[in-house]
């Protein structure tokens, strides 16, 4: 079974908005982080809403124009991005990070195919 279906991605110029969003299944984890990959480089974190549901860490590139979000019933994880940039741009994927706090956010316990954005200048 597929642990998460993300959706939401696109093409958009600087400066412009989009609303990811994640759904996960019933026999993994809830989903509880954003993460992004872009080609050469490694998986980060963007957010994750810390277990306690009230703290949220954010990387600090998006700190200011990002916000995650989620609803428990019906398992699904948001992201608004705002005021998007060309560095934004990647596949973006949800899971249920393995460390989670304030300041760290790391790993993820599943991955799904994400979703891809692109930013153009």
């Known amino acids: 079974e597929v642990p998460v279906v993300e959706s939401g991605g696109g093409s958009v110029q600087e400066g412009e908005s989009l609303s990811l969003s994640c759904i996960g299944s019933s026999s993994h984890e809830a989903p509880m982080g954003w993460f992004r990959q872009v080609p050469g480089r490694e998986r980060e974190a963007v957010a994750c809403?810390?277990?306690?549901?009230?703290?949220?860490y954010y990387s600090e590139s998006v700190k200011g124009r990002f916000t995650a979000s989620r609803d428990e019933s019906k398992r699904a994880l948001y992201l608004q991005m705002n005021q998007l940039r060309p560095e934004d741009s990647g596949v973006y994927y949800c899971?249920?990070?393995?460390?989670?706090?304030?300041?760290?956010?790391?790993?993820?316990?599943?991955w799904g195919q994400g979703t891809q954005v692109t930013v153009s200048s």
């Open positions: 899971s249920k990070p393995a460390i989670s706090a304030k300041n760290i956010c790391l790993g993820g316990n599943y």
């Open positions: 809403i810390i277990w306690t549901g009230t703290d949220v």
